[in-house]
């Protein structure tokens, strides 16, 4: 049964940072192209990070230079380090597969992250 318990969110400050955690089971986690999304207030999912199984980012020009995906194989974990964090970036953050994989898994619940004063 593949699961995603992302962690880590929650109240922060503009100009502050927030590090993201996700921890996958019921994958093998190392052999998969990994990846955050994330859904703003009213607006749909968007990808904001992906990762290859040799640890290899790709970043959306929109968030380049402030987002920074990582993996632990051994951990079955996926990070994602978010700095100089802006209002918009106020939304629930997602880890799963790449956009390949979409469909293919549950999603898990998520972690707010709201950026306000």
């Known amino acids: 049964q593949v699961q995603f318990m992302e962690s880590g969110g929650g109240l922060v400050q503009p100009g502050g940072s927030v590090r993201l955690s996700c921890a996958a089971s019921?994958?093998?986690?190392?052999?998969?192209?990994m990846a955050w999304y994330r859904q703003p207030p009213g607006k749909q999912r968007e990808l904001v990070a992906s990762i290859t199984r040799d640890g290899s980012p790709y970043y959306p020009t929109s968030v380049m230079d402030r987002f920074a995906i990582s993996r632990d194989n051994a951990k079955n974990t996926l990070y994602l380090q978010i700095n100089s964090l802006k209002p918009e970036d106020t939304a629930v953050y997602y880890c799963?597969?790449?956009?390949?994989?979409?469909?293919?898994?549950?999603w898990g619940p998520g972690t707010q992250v709201t950026v306000s004063s």
């Open positions: 799963y597969g790449d956009t390949a994989r979409l469909g293919k898994w549950p």
């Open positions: 019921g994958i093998t986690f190392r052999a998969y192209t």
